[in-house]
C-alpha cells in the first residue's frame, strides 16, 4: 500500500463522506415550530386573490381564511402573522382600531378554528391610511411627514384594539420612535402585562419590499420612508434601537429585511444573546427565488432552505417567510 506523504491531522472531509455523517454534526437546524407564515386579509367574501408578484400567496376574504388555517396546522405551522387590507381608508388609519376591522375579526375566525394557533398582530397603518405612511402626517416648513408623537398615541390605540380581539402577540412595524414604550403602557394600563411585543426593531428603508406594498396595498402615495426607516448604509445604529426596544419592554427584536442585512442580524444577536432574535425575510427576498425558479435558472426548494438556514446561522431564532408553509412540508418529508 502506497505510502500517503502528506500527513494531515484532520481532515474536514470525513465528516462530509455521506449524509448521514453531515446530518450528524449539523450545527444550524430550521424547526418549523419557529417559522412564522404572514397573511393578508381582506374585506369582501369568497375570495382567494393571487398576488402576482408572489406567486403561491395571496389575499384571503375571512370566509377563505379558515382553509388557509387548516393547511397551516396539517403541515406544523403554529404561528401567523396578519395584514389587512381594510374597506376603507382615511387620514388617520382609523379602520386599524374598529373591534370590527378585519384582522380584528380575522383574528377571532382563527381562534375559532385553532384556538392553540399564535396569532401575531402586526401594528401599523400603512395598509389603513389614504396616503399609504405609517403614521399621521404632519407638516414643517411646507414638508410632510409623519408625525411621530401623534402616531404614538394612534398606535396605542390600535394596539388596544387587537389585544381585545385576541392577538397573542403585538408587533408594531412603523418604526416610529417610542412606539413600544407607548404600546407597553396602553396595554399594561389595561391589563394586557403579560402580552409580548414583538418590535420591528432594525427596519430598514429598503427597495425589497414593493410585492408586499402590491399584497398590502400600501404603497406611498407620495414621497418615501426614508425619514422613519432605517438608512440601509447603516449598522452601529441598528444597536441603538436594539438597546432602546429593550429598555421600553420589548420582548421580541427583528431584523427586517433578511438576507441582506445578515450582519445586522448577527450584531444584534452577539450584543443581546438574551433576546429572542426575529428575522424578516421580504416579500422581494421571497419574490427573487420564485422568479428565478420559475425561469428555471435556480432550484426553488435547494435555494429556499440554503437563504433560510443562513438566516438561522446569522443569529435568527424566529424567522417570519412566506415560505414557511412550503418549508414545513418540505421538512415533513
Same mark, same amino acid.
Given at each position: 500500500m502506497q505510502k500517503n506523504p502528506y500527513q494531515l491531522p484532520f481532515r474536514p472531509r470525513r465528516l462530509r463522506a455521506n449524509e448521514a455523517l453531515r446530518a450528524m454534526v449539523r450545527d444550524t437546524h430550521l424547526r418549523v415550530e419557529q417559522l412564522i407564515q404572514p397573511i393578508?386579509?381582506? &374585506? !369582501?367574501?369568497?375570495?382567494?386573490?393571487?398576488?402576482?408578484?408572489?406567486? !403561491?400567496? =395571496? @389575499?384571503? &376574504?375571512?370566509? +377563505?381564511?379558515?382553509?388557509?388555517? &387548516?393547511?397551516? @396546522? +396539517?403541515?406544523?405551522?403554529? @404561528?401567523?402573522?396578519?395584514? !389587512?387590507?381594510?374597506? =376603507?381608508?382615511?387620514?388617520?388609519?382609523?379602520?386599524?382600531?374598529?373591534?370590527? !376591522?378585519i384582522v380584528q375579526q380575522a383574528i377571532n375566525v382563527i381562534k375559532e378554528i385553532v384556538p392553540e394557533m399564535t396569532v401575531i398582530a402586526d401594528c401599523c397603518f400603512c395598509e389603513y391610511t389614504s396616503h399609504g405612511h405609517c403614521g399621521v402626517i404632519g407638516e414643517h416648513n411646507g414638508i410632510k411627514d409623519v408625525d411621530n408623537d401623534k402616531t404614538l398615541v394612534l398606535l396605542a390605540k390600535q394596539a388596544v384594539s387587537l389585544a381585545k380581539a385576541g392577538a397573542d402577540i403585538i408587533a408594531p412595524s412603523g418604526a416610529i420612535d417610542g412606539m413600544v414604550l407607548a404600546i407597553r403602557e396602553a396595554l399594561d394600563e389595561l391589563g394586557f402585562q403579560q402580552l409580548p411585543i414583538m418590535s420591528y426593531t432594525a427596519k430598514y428603508a429598503s427597495h425589497f419590499y414593493g410585492p408586499f406594498r402590491d399584497a398590502a396595498d400600501g404603497a406611498p402615495q407620495f414621497g418615501d420612508r426614508k425619514t422613519y426607516q432605517a438608512d440601509f448604509a447603516n449598522s452601529h445604529l441598528a444597536l441603538r434601537e436594539a438597546a432602546l426596544d429593550i429598555e421600553e419592554g420589548a420582548d421580541f427584536l427583528m431584523v427586517k429585511p433578511a438576507m441582506p442585512y445578515l450582519d445586522i442580524i448577527y450584531k444584534l444577536k452577539q450584543h443581546y444573546p438574551e433576546m429572542p432574535m426575529v428575522a424578516y425575510q421580504v416579500s422581494g427576498e421571497y419574490a427573487m427565488i420564485k422568479a428565478a425558479a420559475q425561469n428555471g435558472w435556480l432550484d426553488e426548494t435547494k435555494v429556499m432552505l440554503e437563504a433560510l438556514i443562513a438566516i438561522k446561522r446569522a443569529g435568527a431564532d424566529v424567522i417570519i417567510t412566506y415560505f414557511a408553509k412550503d418549508v414545513a412540508i418540505s421538512l415533513g418529508q
Open positions: 393578508f386579509v381582506k &374585506t !369582501g367574501s369568497n375570495k382567494k386573490d393571487a398576488i402576482a408578484s408572489m406567486p !403561491g400567496i =395571496y @389575499q384571503f &376574504t375571512l370566509d +377563505k381564511l379558515a382553509e388557509e388555517i &387548516t393547511e397551516l @396546522q +396539517k403541515v406544523g405551522i403554529q @404561528q401567523v402573522i396578519l395584514f !389587512g387590507i381594510p374597506a =376603507y381608508k382615511d387620514d388617520e388609519g382609523s379602520a386599524s382600531w374598529q373591534d370590527d !376591522g
